[in-house]
Protein backbone atom coordinates (compact mmCIF):
# COMPACT_ATOMS: atom_id res chain seq x y z
CA UNK A 1 0.00 0.00 0.00
CA UNK A 2 2.68 2.34 0.93
CA UNK A 3 3.88 2.26 -3.13
CA UNK A 4 0.65 3.45 -4.05
CA UNK A 5 0.82 7.09 -6.01
CA UNK A 6 -1.42 9.49 -7.65
CA UNK A 7 1.43 10.66 -9.65
CA UNK A 8 0.20 8.19 -12.73
CA UNK A 9 -2.82 10.52 -12.85
CA UNK A 10 -0.93 13.57 -13.73
CA UNK A 11 1.29 12.69 -16.63
CA UNK A 12 2.72 15.81 -16.86
CA UNK A 13 6.18 16.76 -18.33
CA UNK A 14 8.41 19.33 -17.49
CA UNK A 15 6.88 19.52 -14.20
CA UNK A 16 6.71 17.75 -10.89
CA UNK A 17 4.57 17.53 -7.91
CA UNK A 18 5.20 18.69 -4.69
CA UNK A 19 2.79 18.62 -2.63
CA UNK A 20 -0.76 18.21 -2.23
CA UNK A 21 -3.87 18.93 0.36
CA UNK A 22 -7.29 17.34 0.55
CA UNK A 23 -10.05 19.73 2.16
CA UNK A 24 -13.91 19.23 2.46
CA UNK A 25 -16.22 22.12 0.55
CA UNK A 26 -19.66 21.23 2.49
CA UNK A 27 -19.90 17.39 1.81
CA UNK A 28 -18.35 17.50 -1.53
CA UNK A 29 -14.26 16.82 -1.06
CA UNK A 30 -11.58 19.13 -3.10
CA UNK A 31 -8.20 18.25 -4.12
CA UNK A 32 -5.49 21.11 -4.29
CA UNK A 33 -1.70 19.93 -6.16
CA UNK A 34 1.19 22.24 -5.97
CA UNK A 35 2.86 21.92 -9.18
CA UNK A 36 6.58 23.74 -10.07
CA UNK A 37 8.83 23.51 -13.13
CA UNK A 38 11.18 20.62 -13.76
CA UNK A 39 14.74 22.33 -13.13
CA UNK A 40 16.39 19.76 -15.72
CA UNK A 41 14.41 21.40 -18.27
CA UNK A 42 14.93 24.61 -19.74
CA UNK A 43 12.10 26.70 -19.97
CA UNK A 44 10.00 27.09 -23.76
CA UNK A 45 8.40 29.83 -25.12
CA UNK A 46 4.58 29.63 -25.18
CA UNK A 47 4.14 31.69 -28.65
CA UNK A 48 7.26 29.99 -30.63
CA UNK A 49 8.10 26.87 -28.07
CA UNK A 50 11.94 28.64 -28.86
CA UNK A 51 14.14 27.47 -25.48
CA UNK A 52 15.04 30.34 -23.22
CA UNK A 53 16.35 32.42 -20.75
CA UNK A 54 14.36 32.25 -16.98
CA UNK A 55 13.52 36.19 -16.48
CA UNK A 56 11.61 36.07 -13.68
CA UNK A 57 10.10 33.52 -11.56
CA UNK A 58 7.40 33.46 -8.43
CA UNK A 59 4.28 33.45 -10.65
CA UNK A 60 1.14 31.07 -9.44
CA UNK A 61 -2.16 30.33 -11.52
CA UNK A 62 -4.82 28.26 -10.14
CA UNK A 63 -6.03 25.56 -13.04
CA UNK A 64 -8.99 23.03 -12.61
CA UNK A 65 -8.10 19.66 -13.92
CA UNK A 66 -10.51 17.11 -13.89
CA UNK A 67 -12.23 15.58 -11.09
CA UNK A 68 -10.39 12.54 -9.06
CA UNK A 69 -13.78 10.50 -8.38
CA UNK A 70 -15.73 12.79 -6.41
CA UNK A 71 -13.46 15.12 -5.29
CA UNK A 72 -12.65 18.85 -7.55
CA UNK A 73 -8.88 18.81 -8.42
CA UNK A 74 -7.08 22.32 -8.66
CA UNK A 75 -3.41 22.77 -9.52
CA UNK A 76 -1.29 25.47 -8.34
CA UNK A 77 0.92 25.70 -10.61
CA UNK A 78 4.33 27.38 -10.30
CA UNK A 79 5.93 28.89 -13.38
CA UNK A 80 8.34 31.53 -14.76
CA UNK A 81 8.23 34.03 -17.36
CA UNK A 82 11.03 33.25 -19.78
CA UNK A 83 13.58 36.15 -22.30
CA UNK A 84 12.88 34.44 -25.88
CA UNK A 85 15.48 35.73 -28.23
CA UNK A 86 13.60 34.51 -31.08
CA UNK A 87 10.06 36.93 -29.93
CA UNK A 88 12.66 39.38 -28.45
CA UNK A 89 10.79 39.86 -25.12
CA UNK A 90 9.86 38.40 -22.24
CA UNK A 91 6.98 35.74 -22.14
CA UNK A 92 5.56 33.12 -19.88
CA UNK A 93 6.60 29.75 -19.95
CA UNK A 94 4.76 27.16 -21.91
CA UNK A 95 3.20 24.63 -19.50
CA UNK A 96 2.17 20.67 -21.39
CA UNK A 97 -1.12 20.83 -20.04
CA UNK A 98 -2.49 24.13 -20.28
CA UNK A 99 -2.61 27.16 -22.80
CA UNK A 100 -0.57 30.52 -21.36
CA UNK A 101 -3.75 31.90 -19.77
CA UNK A 102 -6.57 29.11 -19.49
CA UNK A 103 -7.69 28.37 -16.03
CA UNK A 104 -8.86 24.92 -16.91
CA UNK A 105 -6.25 22.13 -18.10
CA UNK A 106 -6.62 20.66 -21.63
CA UNK A 107 -7.47 17.32 -21.05
CA UNK A 108 -10.86 18.92 -18.56
CA UNK A 109 -11.54 20.73 -21.83
CA UNK A 110 -11.36 18.27 -24.36
CA UNK A 111 -14.19 16.75 -21.69
CA UNK A 112 -16.11 19.40 -21.38
CA UNK A 113 -16.61 19.51 -25.37
CA UNK A 114 -17.04 15.50 -25.28
CA UNK A 115 -19.64 16.14 -22.79
CA UNK A 116 -21.97 19.57 -24.71
CA UNK A 117 -21.75 16.95 -27.66
CA UNK A 118 -24.84 15.20 -25.45
CA UNK A 119 -26.15 17.73 -22.99
CA UNK A 120 -26.58 21.69 -23.23
CA UNK A 121 -24.23 24.40 -21.91
CA UNK A 122 -25.97 24.87 -18.86
CA UNK A 123 -25.89 21.26 -17.63
CA UNK A 124 -22.32 20.82 -18.32
CA UNK A 125 -21.43 24.02 -15.96
CA UNK A 126 -24.00 22.59 -13.60
CA UNK A 127 -22.80 19.20 -13.45
CA UNK A 128 -18.68 20.24 -13.16
CA UNK A 129 -19.88 23.14 -11.05
CA UNK A 130 -17.93 25.70 -13.45
CA UNK A 131 -19.61 29.02 -15.12
CA UNK A 132 -22.10 28.66 -18.09
CA UNK A 133 -19.65 31.14 -20.21
CA UNK A 134 -16.50 29.05 -19.11
CA UNK A 135 -18.25 25.80 -20.71
CA UNK A 136 -19.69 28.02 -23.88
CA UNK A 137 -15.67 29.56 -24.44
CA UNK A 138 -14.18 26.39 -24.25
CA UNK A 139 -16.95 23.91 -26.64
CA UNK A 140 -16.54 27.12 -29.09
CA UNK A 141 -13.37 26.69 -29.39
CA UNK A 142 -13.20 23.25 -29.92
CA UNK A 143 -16.12 24.31 -32.83
CA UNK A 144 -13.93 26.70 -34.60
CA UNK A 145 -10.95 23.57 -34.82
CA UNK A 146 -13.18 21.08 -35.48
CA UNK A 147 -15.85 23.19 -37.99
CA UNK A 148 -14.55 26.40 -38.29
CA UNK A 149 -13.13 26.00 -41.99
CA UNK A 150 -15.82 25.93 -44.79
CA UNK A 151 -15.26 22.57 -46.73
CA UNK A 152 -15.90 22.81 -50.48
CA UNK A 153 -14.30 19.78 -51.87
CA UNK A 154 -16.73 17.48 -52.98
CA UNK A 155 -19.99 19.47 -53.63
CA UNK A 156 -21.98 18.51 -56.72
CA UNK A 157 -25.41 19.42 -55.85
CA UNK A 158 -26.45 21.98 -53.21
CA UNK A 159 -29.87 22.81 -51.10
CA UNK A 160 -30.32 26.32 -50.06
CA UNK A 161 -32.39 27.31 -47.49
CA UNK A 162 -33.04 30.12 -45.10
CA UNK A 163 -34.38 29.57 -41.15
CA UNK A 164 -35.92 32.09 -38.99
CA UNK A 165 -34.06 32.81 -35.62
CA UNK A 166 -36.81 34.65 -33.82
CA UNK A 167 -40.33 34.24 -34.03
CA UNK A 168 -41.70 36.75 -36.48
CA UNK A 169 -39.61 35.88 -38.91
CA UNK A 170 -37.29 38.71 -37.46
CA UNK A 171 -34.12 37.86 -38.58
CA UNK A 172 -32.74 35.03 -40.81
CA UNK A 173 -29.98 32.77 -41.42
CA UNK A 174 -29.22 31.06 -44.89
CA UNK A 175 -28.11 27.04 -44.34
CA UNK A 176 -26.53 25.67 -47.46
CA UNK A 177 -26.48 21.95 -47.36
CA UNK A 178 -24.31 19.46 -48.93
CA UNK A 179 -27.31 17.16 -50.71
CA UNK A 180 -25.07 14.38 -51.44
CA UNK A 181 -23.66 13.63 -48.04
CA UNK A 182 -26.76 16.03 -45.96
CA UNK A 183 -23.64 17.31 -44.14
CA UNK A 184 -24.38 21.53 -43.13
CA UNK A 185 -21.17 23.10 -45.29
CA UNK A 186 -22.41 26.79 -44.52
CA UNK A 187 -24.58 29.33 -42.37
CA UNK A 188 -24.56 32.82 -43.14
CA UNK A 189 -26.63 35.60 -41.30
CA UNK A 190 -29.35 37.21 -43.87
CA UNK A 191 -30.62 35.76 -46.69
CA UNK A 192 -29.62 38.14 -49.56
CA UNK A 193 -27.22 38.38 -52.24
CA UNK A 194 -24.39 39.09 -49.63
CA UNK A 195 -25.13 36.31 -48.07
CA UNK A 196 -24.84 33.82 -50.60
CA UNK A 197 -21.45 36.06 -51.75
CA UNK A 198 -20.08 35.22 -48.09
CA UNK A 199 -20.64 31.46 -48.90
CA UNK A 200 -19.59 31.48 -52.70
CA UNK A 201 -16.31 33.69 -51.94
CA UNK A 202 -14.66 30.79 -50.51
CA UNK A 203 -14.95 28.63 -53.66
CA UNK A 204 -12.41 28.38 -56.34
CA UNK A 205 -13.34 28.47 -59.69
CA UNK A 206 -13.19 24.15 -60.30
CA UNK A 207 -15.28 24.07 -57.53
CA UNK A 208 -18.35 26.80 -58.68
CA UNK A 209 -17.90 24.68 -62.17
CA UNK A 210 -18.22 21.17 -60.49
CA UNK A 211 -21.62 22.05 -58.63
CA UNK A 212 -23.92 20.74 -61.39
CA UNK A 213 -27.85 21.71 -59.26
CA UNK A 214 -29.09 23.84 -56.32
CA UNK A 215 -32.25 23.11 -55.11
CA UNK A 216 -34.32 26.10 -53.10
CA UNK A 217 -37.41 28.34 -53.16
CA UNK A 218 -38.54 30.62 -56.20
CA UNK A 219 -36.52 33.62 -54.00
CA UNK A 220 -34.24 36.28 -56.69
CA UNK A 221 -31.67 36.22 -54.47
CA UNK A 222 -30.56 33.07 -54.09
CA UNK A 223 -31.39 32.46 -57.84
CA UNK A 224 -29.32 35.72 -59.02
CA UNK A 225 -26.26 34.71 -57.27
CA UNK A 226 -26.35 31.08 -57.91
CA UNK A 227 -26.67 31.91 -62.13
CA UNK A 228 -23.70 34.79 -61.42
CA UNK A 229 -20.99 32.61 -59.56
CA UNK A 230 -22.29 28.76 -60.91
CA UNK A 231 -23.69 29.78 -64.26
CA UNK A 232 -23.84 25.77 -65.44
CA UNK A 233 -25.24 24.65 -62.39
CA UNK A 234 -29.17 23.79 -63.05
CA UNK A 235 -31.72 25.61 -60.51
CA UNK A 236 -34.62 22.97 -59.22
CA UNK A 237 -37.89 24.67 -57.13
CA UNK A 238 -38.68 23.09 -54.50
CA UNK A 239 -41.71 21.35 -54.16
CA UNK A 240 -42.88 22.03 -50.89
CA UNK A 241 -42.26 25.82 -51.39
CA UNK A 242 -44.11 25.68 -55.10
CA UNK A 243 -47.42 24.36 -52.77
CA UNK A 244 -46.85 26.63 -50.12
CA UNK A 245 -46.75 29.22 -52.31
CA UNK A 246 -50.09 28.17 -54.04
CA UNK A 247 -51.15 27.77 -50.41
CA UNK A 248 -51.97 31.21 -49.92
CA UNK A 249 -53.90 31.60 -53.02
CA UNK A 250 -56.34 28.40 -51.29
CA UNK A 251 -56.87 30.63 -48.13
CA UNK A 252 -57.40 33.73 -49.94
CA UNK A 253 -60.10 32.00 -52.21
CA UNK A 254 -61.12 30.91 -48.65
CA UNK A 255 -61.78 34.02 -47.18
CA UNK A 256 -63.16 35.18 -50.32
CA UNK A 257 -65.82 32.03 -49.91
CA UNK A 258 -66.66 32.95 -46.17
CA UNK A 259 -66.98 36.94 -47.03
CA UNK A 260 -69.58 35.98 -49.67
CA UNK A 261 -71.42 32.93 -47.18
CA UNK A 262 -74.91 32.53 -45.81
CA UNK A 263 -75.20 31.62 -41.93
CA UNK A 264 -75.28 27.72 -42.80
CA UNK A 265 -71.98 27.39 -44.90
CA UNK A 266 -70.47 30.00 -42.65
CA UNK A 267 -70.65 27.73 -40.05
CA UNK A 268 -68.62 25.00 -42.34
CA UNK A 269 -65.98 27.50 -43.57
CA UNK A 270 -65.48 28.48 -40.28
CA UNK A 271 -62.11 26.94 -39.02
CA UNK A 272 -61.56 25.11 -42.72
CA UNK A 273 -57.90 26.65 -43.21
CA UNK A 274 -55.89 23.63 -41.58
CA UNK A 275 -58.07 21.24 -43.71
CA UNK A 276 -57.80 22.99 -46.64
CA UNK A 277 -53.57 23.41 -46.59
CA UNK A 278 -52.78 20.01 -44.80
CA UNK A 279 -52.08 17.17 -46.90
CA UNK A 280 -55.11 14.50 -46.71
CA UNK A 281 -52.84 12.48 -45.42
CA UNK A 282 -52.65 14.11 -42.11
CA UNK A 283 -55.72 14.45 -41.67
CA UNK A 284 -57.98 12.52 -38.91
CA UNK A 285 -60.84 10.54 -39.81
CA UNK A 286 -63.63 13.01 -38.66
CA UNK A 287 -61.26 15.91 -40.32
CA UNK A 288 -61.86 14.31 -43.69
CA UNK A 289 -65.19 13.39 -43.20
CA UNK A 290 -65.85 17.22 -42.67
CA UNK A 291 -63.65 18.41 -45.51
CA UNK A 292 -65.10 16.09 -47.71
CA UNK A 293 -68.55 18.00 -47.30
CA UNK A 294 -67.07 21.11 -47.82
CA UNK A 295 -65.61 20.21 -51.01
CA UNK A 296 -68.94 18.99 -52.33
CA UNK A 297 -71.31 22.05 -51.11
CA UNK A 298 -68.46 24.61 -52.30
CA UNK A 299 -67.32 24.05 -56.59
CA UNK A 300 -65.35 26.87 -56.19
CA UNK A 301 -62.72 25.84 -53.22
CA UNK A 302 -63.25 22.17 -54.34
CA UNK A 303 -61.63 23.54 -57.81
CA UNK A 304 -58.63 24.96 -55.79
CA UNK A 305 -58.43 22.15 -53.73
CA UNK A 306 -58.02 19.64 -56.61
CA UNK A 307 -55.37 22.10 -58.69
CA UNK A 308 -52.89 21.75 -55.26
CA UNK A 309 -52.87 17.56 -55.53
CA UNK A 310 -52.71 18.19 -59.35
CA UNK A 311 -49.36 20.71 -58.89
CA UNK A 312 -47.80 18.22 -56.58
CA UNK A 313 -48.13 15.72 -59.90
CA UNK A 314 -46.09 17.70 -62.05
CA UNK A 315 -42.65 16.61 -59.83
CA UNK A 316 -43.87 13.25 -60.38
CA UNK A 317 -42.57 13.52 -64.16
CA UNK A 318 -38.91 12.37 -65.31
CA UNK A 319 -39.67 13.39 -68.71
CA UNK A 320 -39.06 17.12 -69.03
CA UNK A 321 -42.13 17.09 -72.30
CA UNK A 322 -44.14 15.42 -70.49
CA UNK A 323 -43.70 17.54 -67.33
CA UNK A 324 -44.04 20.52 -69.52
CA UNK A 325 -47.12 19.16 -70.86
CA UNK A 326 -48.66 18.58 -66.94
CA UNK A 327 -48.03 21.92 -66.20
CA UNK A 328 -49.45 23.70 -69.09
CA UNK A 329 -52.74 21.94 -68.47
CA UNK A 330 -52.51 22.92 -64.82
CA UNK A 331 -52.38 26.34 -65.80
CA UNK A 332 -55.40 25.86 -68.16
CA UNK A 333 -57.62 24.73 -65.34
CA UNK A 334 -56.31 27.03 -62.76
CA UNK A 335 -57.24 29.92 -65.10
CA UNK A 336 -61.14 28.70 -65.19
CA UNK A 337 -60.74 30.43 -61.31
CA UNK A 338 -61.39 34.12 -61.38
CA UNK A 339 -58.97 35.27 -58.85
CA UNK A 340 -56.06 37.76 -58.98
CA UNK A 341 -54.25 36.03 -56.60
CA UNK A 342 -54.43 32.81 -58.91
CA UNK A 343 -53.88 34.74 -62.12
CA UNK A 344 -50.63 36.05 -60.20
CA UNK A 345 -49.45 33.03 -59.30
CA UNK A 346 -50.16 31.39 -62.53
CA UNK A 347 -47.55 34.15 -63.93
CA UNK A 348 -45.08 33.30 -61.40
CA UNK A 349 -45.47 29.58 -62.36
CA UNK A 350 -44.88 30.45 -65.77
CA UNK A 351 -41.67 32.83 -64.96
CA UNK A 352 -40.06 29.74 -62.89
CA UNK A 353 -40.98 26.46 -64.86
CA UNK A 354 -37.41 26.59 -65.68
CA UNK A 355 -36.82 25.31 -62.29
CA UNK A 356 -39.74 23.16 -62.00
CA UNK A 357 -39.54 21.37 -65.04
CA UNK A 358 -35.44 20.83 -63.90
CA UNK A 359 -36.46 18.96 -61.13
CA UNK A 360 -36.96 16.15 -64.26
CA UNK A 361 -33.22 15.77 -64.43
CA UNK A 362 -32.35 16.65 -61.37
CA UNK A 363 -35.00 15.29 -58.78
CA UNK A 364 -33.52 17.06 -55.27
CA UNK A 365 -35.39 19.14 -53.38
CA UNK A 366 -34.67 20.94 -49.96
CA UNK A 367 -36.64 18.21 -48.01
CA UNK A 368 -33.62 17.30 -45.90
CA UNK A 369 -33.25 20.83 -44.79
CA UNK A 370 -36.85 19.77 -42.94
CA UNK A 371 -34.57 17.26 -40.50
CA UNK A 372 -31.91 20.14 -40.29
CA UNK A 373 -34.64 23.05 -39.64
CA UNK A 374 -35.89 20.48 -36.80
CA UNK A 375 -32.93 20.02 -34.81
CA UNK A 376 -31.91 24.17 -35.47
CA UNK A 377 -35.29 24.28 -33.26
CA UNK A 378 -33.94 22.16 -30.37
CA UNK A 379 -30.34 23.63 -30.70
CA UNK A 380 -32.15 27.34 -30.53
CA UNK A 381 -34.02 25.67 -27.35
CA UNK A 382 -31.57 24.63 -25.38
CA UNK A 383 -28.09 26.41 -26.61
CA UNK A 384 -26.19 28.78 -24.44
CA UNK A 385 -26.08 32.36 -25.87
CA UNK A 386 -27.55 31.64 -29.41
CA UNK A 387 -27.65 35.17 -30.12
CA UNK A 388 -24.38 34.51 -30.86
CA UNK A 389 -24.57 33.53 -34.46
CA UNK A 390 -21.48 32.55 -35.12
CA UNK A 391 -21.65 29.85 -32.12
CA UNK A 392 -24.95 28.93 -33.58
CA UNK A 393 -24.08 28.25 -36.76
CA UNK A 394 -20.88 25.92 -35.49
CA UNK A 395 -23.35 23.74 -33.41
CA UNK A 396 -26.11 23.43 -36.30
CA UNK A 397 -22.96 22.35 -38.44
CA UNK A 398 -21.53 20.09 -35.61
CA UNK A 399 -25.10 18.01 -35.71
CA UNK A 400 -24.94 17.77 -39.25
CA UNK A 401 -21.01 16.32 -40.20
CA UNK A 402 -23.34 14.27 -42.91
CA UNK A 403 -22.50 10.51 -44.26
CA UNK A 404 -19.71 9.31 -46.28
CA UNK A 405 -20.90 8.56 -49.71
CA UNK A 406 -21.41 4.57 -50.38
CA UNK A 407 -19.00 4.72 -53.04
CA UNK A 408 -15.78 6.05 -50.94
CA UNK A 409 -16.11 3.12 -48.53
CA UNK A 410 -13.64 0.08 -49.27
Not at 127 to 152: I, M, N, Q, S, W
Not at 293 to 298: H, K, M
Amino acid sequence: MSGLSIAPYFPFVRVKMVSQKVYMDGERPGAVLTVEPDQRYRPLCHVCGFPGAIHSTGLHRIVRDLNLGPAQTFLKVAYRRVWCARCGKALVERLSFCGASQRVTDRLRRYIYDLCKVMTVTAVARHLDLDPKTVKAVEKEFLERDFGRTDYRGLTLLAIDEIALHEGHEGYMTVVLDYVTGRVVWMGEGRNMETLDAFFAGMTAAQKQAIEAVAMDMWEPFINRVRYHCPNAQIVFDLFHVVKAYGEVVDEVRRDEQRKADTSMGRILKGSRYLLLSNRSHLKVDQRRRLRELLDLNARLSTVYILKDALKHIYRYRSRAWAKKALDAWCDLAELVDHPLMRRFIGRLRYFEYGILNHCEYPISTSPLEGVNNTIKEIKRHAYGFHDSRYFALKVKQAFPGKIPTTEIG
